[in-house]
């Protein structure tokens, strides 16, 4: 029997129930043009932490809709919610920069600074004395409340068992060496209460004396902005965040320690200069000046990570350039910077290393990717260079090193250790072909990749390494993405796990293209073709199985954003994913099978918001948000299969066919952002009828049938 609902009444996640009401009122309230109601209404779910509605208050500041215009607070605002994970709040902050002076951005920056260090003194505060031990009767709700206390992120105090209380325990069990179950008890309560009174002993949590978790989750979020592998935003100092910390300092040239603090904060939120300061300043250049070209080096920090990493191979690509991912004089040159902006002396580290690292390169030594870490292909050619200069062969760096070869006209033409054959090497295993290790060495494996590529391409074949191969391998690459890209959306539509679609053969998308091969009777090589995408469009091959399954892919997936462990996420229903659905189905009330299937799914999908004692990814949509969007996308004529709340294998098809035809990154991900995108696409169109086509008049159709049909679905 249907029945009218009200979506947001039944939101409980942990960044809070009211603050995601608030923001779908503030949102429907936006959509209809009542500006003053949608700017109270994001503006009180801002102040709760809710990133995306920190992104709509600073886009209103912006615009002076349902407030005066205000640049500062909008700056600040979307600072937040970059800070907080939201990457499009980062976007629209780095476009704003510019339209303010510095001292705007100077009062800006302190208006965020002052936001965090009230909501970490509000968090942290410890007004209310500290229980006695075991004065809290035990109950779940107990449990939880204690293990929040002392860092440890149980979710919501509920009283119900979820992943996130169950995960909350077990580190705690691990950090305070107890019997590892994962499981409420009376004496794991008398421990937490004991541990609160600081009674427990020595094996205890980190103490408060350590950084907060909201310190934690901001640096986390910083690091995760600029491209560092930070899996989740957890504000916990785990093994992860140290190690990307790490990393961080040593891109930056700063002390590696891993710690995280207020000082590292303000780094990575500002940007400062600090000793090495020419060597940041020409990476902040080189940032700048790629992302008002377009392409993504994320925020300009000076520190050369690997999203400006990312950026400049692009960029080096498509100008014609070495795709090294480095800093050279050919960068600067078409970036249009004084090749004089080169950082001078002998910097200290991680950047001499770098320094090393570049000068090997341009002297066609193959030294790796340039990321200041002396790995086995640095020192080797480091020892190679050194043997060919009739140095001293240690295979170190150091500062005489760098002096000689700066100063030295020697070349490496030979196939050993070579620049020129690494650059061969990672272009043929990018579009699929087999070249063994990549290490700059023209061997067997190599040339008969070499070979192969040279007979697909028309090029004369002789397995030889040199600029004209180069040359061509690079514009195979610039047009195998949107290939790669068409063959795992294709995949996907077959039902294969192929990954994110993002154009890029990684080792998913292998076994996914050898899976479908396999199946349809095909020569199994796994790689692209422009007759595989004929083959798979042509195709009536599905994969049913529960091996490199999209769907089990897709329920992984949504596992792991709610803390249920999966192993690996494959698409491969194992054990590890058996019992991972076996828990949620008991959290969820559900038959307990530990099956996959559409039903299954579409409860993964609306956990998301309403469902969970732990709640869930606020990107994630209801089965009824799903139905919105894909009648949606149907009404622009992408093919989606049936209207039917469930979000699978067609559904992520047309989404991405949608995503390509607006130039959107191609990541198939159903979520708030796209539907939100979606909604106010369709509420821009705001002239009369008899002005619209007739497209947008069934549009319009559309959106009446929605608004009186939605609230009927469940």
Request: aromatic content about 6%; charged content about 20%; glycine content about 10%.
């Amino acid at each position: 029997m249907f029945r009218k609902t009200l979506l947001a009444g039944a939101i409980l996640t942990t960044i809070g129930g009211f603050a995601l009401a608030n923001y779908q009122q503030g949102t429907v309230a936006y959509q209809e043009g009542r500006y003053n109601t949608a700017y109270i209404e994001f503006k009180e779910s801002a102040a709760s932490g809710h990133a995306a509605a920190q992104y709509m208050l600073a886009r209103m500041y912006q615009d002076g809709r349902g407030t005066d215009r205000d640049l500062v607070q909008a700056y600040a605002w979307y600072d937040l919610s970059a800070l907080a994970g939201y990457s499009p709040a980062a976007t629209a902050r780095d476009a704003l920069a510019p339209q303010l002076t510095s001292n705007q951005l100077q009062a800006a920056t302190n208006l965020a600074s002052t936001w965090r260090h009230d909501t970490r003194t509000a968090d942290g505060g410890s007004s209310a004395p500290a229980p006695a031990a075991y004065a809290a009767p035990y109950t779940l709700r107990n449990v939880q409340s204690a293990l929040n206390q002392l860092g440890y992120a149980a979710g919501a105090v509920d009283g119900l068992i979820g992943a996130k209380t169950r995960g909350a325990i077990r580190a705690y069990q691990i950090d305070a060496g107890l019997p590892v179950s994962g499981e409420p008890s009376v004496a794991l309560h008398q421990h937490l209460q004991a541990a609160l009174s600081g009674q427990a002993g020595p094996a205890q949590p980190a103490t408060p004396a350590g950084p907060s978790p909201v310190l934690i989750s901001e640096v986390q979020g910083e690091l995760r902005l600029r491209g560092y592998d930070i899996p989740a935003i957890n504000g916990r100092l785990d093994a992860v965040t140290v190690t990307a910390i790490k990393r961080y300092q040593a891109d930056a040239s700063l002390a590696v320690d891993g710690k995280v603090s207020d000082t590292l904060l303000t780094q990575l939120r500002s940007g400062r200069t600090d000793a090495a300061v020419d060597y940041r300043a020409q990476v902040k250049s080189v940032q700048l000046a790629l992302n008002a070209r377009g392409y993504d080096a994320g925020p300009a920090d000076g520190a050369l990570g690997p999203r400006t990493r990312g950026a400049i191979r692009s960029y080096q690509v498509a100008s014609g350039l070495t795709a090294s991912g480095a800093i050279d004089a050919n960068l600067l040159q078409s970036l249009g910077m004084a090749a004089n902006a080169t950082p001078t002396g002998v910097p200290a580290g991680s950047t001499l290393i770098a320094a090393i690292e570049d000068a090997l390169m341009q002297r066609g030594y193959a030294a790796g990717a340039m990321d200041g870490v002396l790995d086995k292909q640095a020192r080797n050619a480091i020892a190679q260079y050194q043997k060919d200069a009739g140095l001293t062969v240690t295979g170190q760096a150091s500062g005489t090193l760098l002096d000689s070869l700066r100063a030295s006209s020697l070349r490496n033409d030979s196939d050993t250790l070579s620049q020129q054959v690494w650059q061969v090497e990672t272009l043929l295993d990018q579009n699929g072909y087999r070249v063994g290790p990549i290490d700059g060495t023209l061997d067997t494996v190599t040339r008969e990749g070499i070979e192969d590529f040279q007979k697909d391409a028309g090029l004369k074949v002789n397995g030889k390494a040199s600029d004209k191969l180069l040359s061509n391998l690079q514009a195979a690459s610039n047009t195998s993405g949107g290939l790669n890209a068409s063959i795992e959306g294709e995949l996907v539509e077959h039902g294969y796990a192929a990954g994110v679609v993002d154009g890029v053969l990684d080792a998913q998308a292998r076994d996914a293209i050898m899976r479908f091969q396999d199946d349809a009777g095909l020569s199994v090589t796994g790689q692209t073709s422009q007759a595989l995408l004929t083959t798979l469009r042509a195709s009536s091959v599905m994969n049913d199985s529960d091996t490199l399954s999209q769907l089990v892919w897709q329920v992984e997936s949504l596992l792991d954003d709610k803390g249920y462990r999966v192993g690996k996420l494959d698409g491969t229903l194992d054990a590890e994913t058996r019992e991972g659905i076996e828990d949620f189905q008991k959290d969820a009330g559900l038959k307990v099978n530990g099956k996959v299937s559409n039903k299954l799914l579409a409860s993964l999908q609306d956990a998301g918001v309403s469902g969970g004692s732990d709640g869930g990814s606020i990107n994630q949509l209801t089965a009824r948000q799903v139905w919105e969007l894909e009648v949606r996308l149907d009404a622009r004529g992408y093919d989606v299969g049936a209207v039917d709340q469930v979000a699978d294998s067609k559904t992520h098809a047309g989404v991405l066919n949608y995503q390509r035809d607006e130039g959107l990154p191609l990541t198939g991900r159903i979520d708030q952002a796209l539907l939100l995108r979606l909604q106010q696409a369709d509420a821009s169109q705001q002239r009369s009828w008899n002005d619209l086509s007739g497209e947008e008049k069934g549009l319009v159709i559309m959106e009446s049938l929605i608004k009186s049909v939605a609230p009927q679905i469940q």
